[in-house]
DNA sequence: CGACTAAACGCAATCCCTTTGCGTTAAGCG
DNA sequence: CGCTTAACGCAAAGGGATTGCGTTTAGTCG
């Protein structure tokens, strides 16, 4: 779903996509994001205009697209042999990549050109995949029961985690991008786990 | 700071700031948002295109502005008499305007044509503002030492409303749209609040 | 109170992005 | 192998975005 609804996927509508996200991540590194156009893009993909404007309506729903494919995360979470450790590094190296000025701003062009809201459910399902690989990891070594409900003392379940160190990550990104460090992300990860044994 | 740097606030740059800022939320009534070009605006405006590029530079950083001015609160939270009841009742209300069509859009344009994040901050402010009369309010009624620095038996300080409220409702509006209700501030503010007296 | 400076605005010409109709290609399917 | 139609290329308007220049006027200083 991150291209749109293709009825063709093979052949060159493939090609077709392809070349034109190729040509956005090359111009956007040569000439930076602000020089971007829809003709330079179809110029340097080797298309026409009106291909794209037909096919994704917008240059800003195309720059969605690659934006979403970008945050797509490349790498399982590290294994420290226990949750806290995992989560920790996970969490610190998630607000790392998502402050950088280039995360930053996949992160608007992901959240901008998505009129139906998809590529945004996109990116928060990434997280989200990632934050179930680290939780069931805990849960298959025993650690207090975890994924249970969200008691009191049972490691937290995907959704707290989700609402108190992912949530409060991208609004700090987002709405008060002064002085974010992987402290703060530690922070989070502490409280979340609070009442849980070491 | 809503508007561009205006080296002249007064006399005929404030008429045209006015007049340019009042047909947007004409327009806006009137043909819907997607409508809405510099040219129309200009317009209905009484102004030429050429004024908007020069203050505002784009569309996007226009409407900026506006929506910043329409996402300032008009009320101070109500007074219920009891910490937990108020936080509850103003998270509610603040879930509830934020999630509309409306407040979604107005979201998504502060956050979007906004260069160096200024317009973004605004709104994270308006927020700390409101949550901060709720809290100084606790104080002075002196609930459990309120504003104290979060311990476990103390009222949240500020940060951690903000952490653990106020960002989880601003994630699901912006990345997970689908089936928000008042239940889900109501939760957040109760496990802010876990371990206080009722 | 009057003159000066420069920011802000109006006007108009230009550029090029956007949109759309029509013919052509080729992907998917029986 | 032939049919159907989605997807693409081409080209022509149509209109939004940009810019130079002259004019107005807000703010300041003598």
Redesign the pocket.
């Given at each position: 779903m991150s291209p749109?609804?293709?009825?063709?996927?093979?052949?060159?509508?493939?090609?077709?996509?392809a070349s034109v996200h190729a040509a956005v991540r090359e111009l956007e590194a040569e000439r930076g994001r602000e020089a971007l156009?829809?003709?330079?893009v179809?110029a340097r993909a080797?298309?026409?205009?009106?291909?794209i404007?037909?096919?994704w309506?917008?240059?800003q729903e195309l720059l969605s697209d690659v934006a979403v494919e970008r945050l797509r995360p490349d790498t399982e979470p590290a294994d420290h042999g226990a949750l806290r450790a995992d989560l920790t590094a996970w969490a610190e190296q998630f607000l790392d990549e998502m402050s950088s000025t280039a995360g930053r701003a996949y992160i608007r062009d992901a959240l901008l050109g998505d009129p139906d809201g998809g590529n945004a459910g996109q990116c928060s399902a990434y997280a989200a995949a990632q934050v179930d690989l680290v939780l069931d990891r805990a849960r298959e070594r025993g650690e207090n029961g975890a994924g249970g409900e969200g008691g009191e003392a049972d490691a937290p379940a995907r959704e707290a985690v989700m609402d108190h160190v992912v949530a409060p990550i991208m609004y700090r990104i987002l709405f008060r991008p002064e002085g974010l460090s992987t402290v703060y992300a530690r922070e989070l990860v502490a409280r979340a786990l609070d009442g849980l044994p070491d």
């Open positions: 749109k609804p293709m009825a063709r996927p093979g052949g060159r509508s493939a090609r077709v996509q156009t829809v003709p330079l179809a080797g298309v026409t205009p009106s291909t404007y037909r096919r309506g917008d240059l």
